[in-house]
């Protein structure tokens, strides 16, 4: 560990938030979080950690954890609507060849694995609150919070997510998220006895996940083109949720039985987002879905988040000045984050196109995952 004097704000307590928070602590800084929203509980159902971001969770020390509270899996299974088998594709591994390329998991499990390690290393969180003002000097920034309490820092790393408040007050320029023509479903349900693997169905303009979890739960993800970004009515979420899942066959039938209240379900637009460098400005850098929001089409926007905590750590370790820490950080995740975001979207486009699945889809996925193995 390196001794380092400087003082950190993060603002965001999500995963890029408290990843910073663990990855500067062990490069010796000393932080504290700020979370706007009055609970910890993270949104969401389930998430999925591909062998690179787990390579991160190495370096964030919190691999062993992780691979305790997850359900590894190999190979995605991809099955036509009518649950006739496709393909098997095996997933990309940039650990070791008993290191698993692929870890899904309870969204709640990251967020508390991560969270209890933010307290081990005794980061103080506090919820409710954001910034509110920040006046920067040479070598510090003084704070005022929506709270009303003030305080000085060294530096602020803001991942305060897509819609970034920080965002739009100190990069004005930064373009907005933009809809990128596909909505999500997501539910947690029980999982068949039958279903072992990640299985991917193609229905159309519908595409269906179905990711086993530890404890026989299922994390269950749905892609649709056919519904706009409006999150539709209450009364009507349910119905239209059990509409689409009626398209396919396999174990789909036997989930959606499972479903009797809109309360399981989630509903979001997908929405994307590349901001080109500087990441910076008034002694605030920011990281994670602030800067890059991706469509969830290779699995990867929580691991560019944590990808970014470590290089953010490494650099904070090395003692450099913060322009220079910024500069350097935003040079080293840019073109890698437009990689990811650029491809997810691409594949958003074609599976918004008439007809059978591009040929070109296995192609670019193959290659864009197989990229993910270059250091970070």
Do not use: K
């Not at 969180?125 to 000085?152: C, F, N, Q, Y």
């Not at 990069?171 to 068949?192: H, N, T, V």
């Not at 539709?232 to 009626?246: C, S, T």
């Amino acid at each position: 560990m390196t001794e380092n004097d400087d003082t950190v704000l993060i603002v965001g307590g999500g995963p890029a938030g408290m990843a910073a928070a663990i990855a500067l602590s062990r490069a010796g800084l000393r932080c504290e979080i700020v979370e706007l929203a009055p609970d910890a509980r993270p949104g969401g159902v389930g998430i999925a950690l591909q062998s690179a971001p787990l390579r991160a969770t190495m370096a964030l020390g919190l691999y062993d954890r992780i691979l305790a509270v997850g359900r590894p899996h190999r190979t995605i299974d991809m099955v036509r609507a009518d649950g006739t088998p496709v393909a098997e594709l095996p997933q990309v591994n940039v650990n070791g060849p008993e290191d698993p390329p692929f870890v899904g998991m309870a969204r709640e499990t990251l967020h508390e694995l991560m969270a209890d390690e933010v307290h081990r290393l005794g980061v103080p969180v506090r919820l409710g609150t954001t910034i509110a003002a920040s006046t920067p000097a040479d070598d510090h920034v003084d704070v005022e919070l929506t709270d009303g309490t003030r305080g000085r820092w060294s530096w602020i790393v803001a991942a305060d997510g897509l819609h970034s408040t920080t965002r739009a007050r100190l990069l004005p320029g930064a373009p907005d998220p933009q809809y990128s023509g596909q909505s999500i479903w997501r539910a947690e349900a029980a999982c068949p006895e039958r279903l072992e693997h990640y299985t991917m169905m193609i229905g159309g303009p519908l595409r269906l996940g179905l990711v086993p979890l530890p404890g026989g739960r299922l994390y269950l993800w749905l892609l649709d083109a056919l519904v706009g970004p409006e999150r539709p009515p209450r009364d009507r979420m349910l119905g239209m949720f059990l509409e689409r899942l009626a398209a396919f066959g396999g174990f789909a039938p036997e989930i959606a039985a499972g479903f009797d209240d809109v309360a399981q379900v989630d509903f979001r637009a997908l929405q994307w987002l590349v901001v080109p460098p500087p990441w910076h400005a008034g002694r605030t850098l920011l990281i994670g879905d602030a800067v890059h929001g991706t469509t969830p089409h290779l699995a990867y926007g929580a691991g560019l988040a944590l990808e970014d905590a470590v290089v953010l750590g490494e650099l904070a370790g090395q003692g450099l000045a913060f322009e220079e820490l910024a500069a350097r950080l935003a040079e080293r995740r840019f073109a890698r984050a437009r990689r990811i975001v650029e491809a997810s979207l691409q594949l958003s486009r074609w599976e918004q196109e008439p007809g059978p699945p591009n040929p070109e889809a296995g192609a670019l996925t193959a290659a864009t995952m197989a990229s993910t193995a270059e250091p970070i």
